[in-house]
């Protein structure tokens, strides 16, 4: 019998846990098809944790924070810039130089400032520039020159960018007159034309008679 034992033993030992077809089965099933169908369900859940629901993505989807009614807006404000003609009033009173400046030239041209922008009031930093003329400096300030980026086309015309140039050049020394639309300029010039006329045929002397 113990001879008997010990063979039984040994060949339990050598046949190992699987003894029949069934158990094979399962073996193979729980070491190769189970983990892929744990990986499936992994991946599976994580793109629908990405893709809500079509209400959900319809309406509040946020992609990096910014939802699509807010993409929506930004992109229909964008267009709305793009097509659309703003009329203004050329009746309407300019905005002086100082105003412009306070409004977009104070963020560089003030106090502290950038650095190597020519600030308020430093005449030092303002005379090789008030050497090159107003018209120079205008056409700087329009259309960019440096760091500085166009500063025409924007919410000011570009009379009042002039007035804002003439406000720091002149107080960095500068004697330029303060611009005024060419226009009234015009109509300055056209008023007063009658006034010439007349005063110029008052002044004529009267012509002789024709002789018969």
């Avoid at 930004?74 to 100082?98: F, Y």
Wanted: charged letters at 20%; glycine letters at 12%; a negative charge.
């Amino acid at each position: 019998m113990s001879d008997d034992a010990h063979y039984q033993a040994t060949e339990d030992a050598h046949t190992g846990p699987i003894k029949n077809p069934k158990q094979l089965l399962l073996a193979v099933f729980f070491s190769f098809i189970a983990p892929i169908l744990i990986i499936v369900g992994l991946v599976s859940y994580v793109t629908s944790a990405n893709h809500p629901s079509g209400e959900v993505q319809g309406s509040g989807m946020a992609l990096y924070g910014v939802t699509k009614e807010a993409r929506d807006r930004e992109l229909a404000e964008r267009l709305k810039k793009v097509g659309s003609i703003e009329i203004r009033d050329a009746n309407r009173p300019l905005a002086t130089g100082e105003a412009v400046f306070k409004a977009q030239c104070v963020a560089c041209h003030g106090a502290p400032g950038i650095p190597g922008a020519p600030h308020l009031n430093d005449a030092a930093a303002w005379g090789p520039r008030i050497g090159q003329g107003y018209a120079t400096l205008l056409e700087h300030a329009l259309k960019g020159k440096g760091a500085m980026p166009p500063q025409g086309g924007g919410d000011f015309e570009d009379v009042e960018i002039g007035r804002a140039v003439v406000y720091l050049a002149n107080a960095g020394g500068a004697k330029f007159p303060v611009p005024d639309r060419p226009a009234a300029a015009g109509a300055q010039a056209a008023a007063g034309a009658p006034e010439a006329a007349a005063s110029n045929a008052a002044e004529a002397p009267a012509s002789a008679p024709a002789k018969p």
